[in-house]
């Protein structure tokens, strides 16, 4: 498998530290409040990578971290006069509904807090004391960047062109500029640890540094996130772990790009700013998974109404497949195949090869689902009730198979059933008030849809393409 490695900003085979095991980090929300779109990508992204290597065999550690402590946090809960924790325990909940309906692989993930793991912080940082590279300033630690030499490497940043143009009056403590806090000094009313430099709580990098080491091992496989967190985030990870190891802290550092909402960029300011629980009200979050899974991870994606109703199109298609295959599965006869049904089973098994080469592919998800319309396309078009019950089956297990890596068509309910009906009342509804454009428009939905309508004497029936 080939992976795109921002580190060195080329695909590189994918080769893990230990045969058969793959240890993933990804980095987490801050649970401040409800999860957002942007939220919602690299989440699905990288979880779809995790069902792929456990897919290819593959032990997965795989861990998703809660930022329980930070500045928002803070803000939060002085606006609803509460404790940081009280806030934390319960959008932590809200991400696991969140979670669900994004078909996340949650029985696989640990989800490590920051507010659990203060000792190793405390430890982790006095490391880097030792070492030379952080120091204390009344209660304050910052990491040394001169104390590393390649800080900037993720990123490809010039360090000198960034320090010339930083504020220096942000803090004049600071040895460098570009130095950053691994441990902030009390603030009257906000939650506090007692460490060796005073009472205070940590920092955002250092959080994903000890959280990574403590549960996965000084380097680790793969560590992913939104792009935006490449830098400074990533690159402090880096700097801090690497410094203090001295081994490298990731071999794999992969990156989805962001997400525009109607061709802007997502911003609170600019009132075009989504929650997923919004986004729930109107689509069934498999529906964003699925839109999310179109467009290849390293391509920015565009999301609008628009865009999300022609996933949940495309989504419908192939639950009609799967829904046409288990109906034509009930009436089969057990018989062999004939020379026309094992061309099929070929032609099937070329679109599974192409499946697995677009995901071996950079995680090509987009070229994926493109293979899976082609084993519905071919299932709907050249399979009926005469079709051997052993090549219906054949079929169905494929698209099960591959769409499980997606975490798609899992859903046993039909989905489908209630929309159907209500858009052939509406149809008939038109008939009945003679608008026949109206009636020929919904019937063409229907078609587009996978449903075919017969008007009989004894009212409208339907069945699937």
């Not at 002085?78 to 692989?105: M, N, P, Q, S, W």
């Not at 300033?137 to 104390?147: K, M």
């Not at 143009?165 to 902030?184: H, T, V």
């Not at 203090?244 to 071999?251: C, D």
Request: charged share 35%; net charge negative; hydrophobic share 35%.
């Amino acid at each position: 498998m080939k992976l795109y490695n921002t580190l060195t900003r080329k695909k590189e085979e994918f080769k893990p530290i230990e045969d058969g095991k793959v240890t993933m980090y990804v980095c987490g929300p801050t649970v401040y409040n409800y999860m957002h779109i942007g939220n919602a990508r690299p989440l699905v992204v990288f979880d779809t990578l995790r069902r792929y290597f456990k897919y290819s065999g593959y032990e997965v550690d795989y861990l998703v971290n809660f930022t329980d402590i930070d500045d928002k946090m803070i803000k939060k809960a002085k606006e609803e006069d509460t404790t940081v924790k009280k806030i934390a325990d319960r959008f932590i909940e809200e991400y696991h509904i969140d979670a669900d309906g994004l078909l996340l692989d949650e029985a696989g993930t640990s989800h490590p807090r920051a507010t659990e793991h203060i000792e190793e912080i405390i430890d982790f940082i006095q490391g880097l004391i030792d070492k030379g590279s952080a120091y204390n300033v009344d209660g304050n630690v910052y990491f040394n960047i001169n104390s590393t030499k390649d800080y900037g490497k993720l990123s490809k940043k010039n360090i000198e062109e960034l320090i010339s143009g930083a504020r220096i009056q942000i803090s004049e403590e600071k040895k460098n500029p570009m130095d950053f806090a691994l441990w902030k000094k009390e603030k009257e009313g906000e939650p506090s640890w007692d460490s060796p430099w005073g009472k205070g709580r940590p920092g955002w990098h250092i959080e994903c540094s000890v959280m990574a080491r403590e549960f996965l091992g000084e380097t680790i496989d793969i560590h992913a996130g939104g792009e935006d967190l490449q830098f400074p985030h990533h690159e402090n990870e880096i700097a801090q772990s690497e410094t203090l190891s001295e081994k490298p802290f990731a071999n794999y550092w992969l990156h989805n790009a962001m997400i525009n909402i109607d061709n802007k960029k997502m911003s609170k300011s600019e009132f075009n700013f989504f929650t997923i629980r919004e986004i729930g009200e109107e689509f069934d979050l498999e529906v964003l998974r699925f839109f999310l899974l179109s467009v290849h991870y390293r391509n920015p994606i565009n999301f609008s109404k628009k865009s999300l109703t022609q996933a949940k199109h495309g989504l419908e298609r192939l639950y009609n497949g799967k829904k046409n295959l288990e109906y034509l599965m009930e009436n089969a006869e057990e018989k062999s195949l004939t020379d026309e049904e094992e061309k099929i089973k070929v032609e099937i098994d070329k679109f599974k090869s192409e499946f697995k080469e677009s995901m071996e592919d950079d995680l090509n998800t987009a070229d994926g689902i493109a293979a899976l319309f082609e084993i519905v396309r071919i299932s709907n078009g050249k399979l009926d009730e005469n079709s051997s019950k052993e090549l219906l089956k054949y079929i169905y297990d494929i698209l099960m198979e591959l769409s499980k890596i997606l975490g798609i068509l899992s859903k046993e309910e039909d989905l489908l059933e209630s929309e159907i009906l209500e858009l052939i009342e509406k149809r008939t509804e038109a008939r009945k008030n003679k608008n026949f454009e109206l009636a020929d428009k919904i019937r063409d939905e229907l078609k587009e849809k996978g449903i075919i309508i017969e008007d009989t004497k004894g009212g409208v029936k339907w069945k699937r393409m």
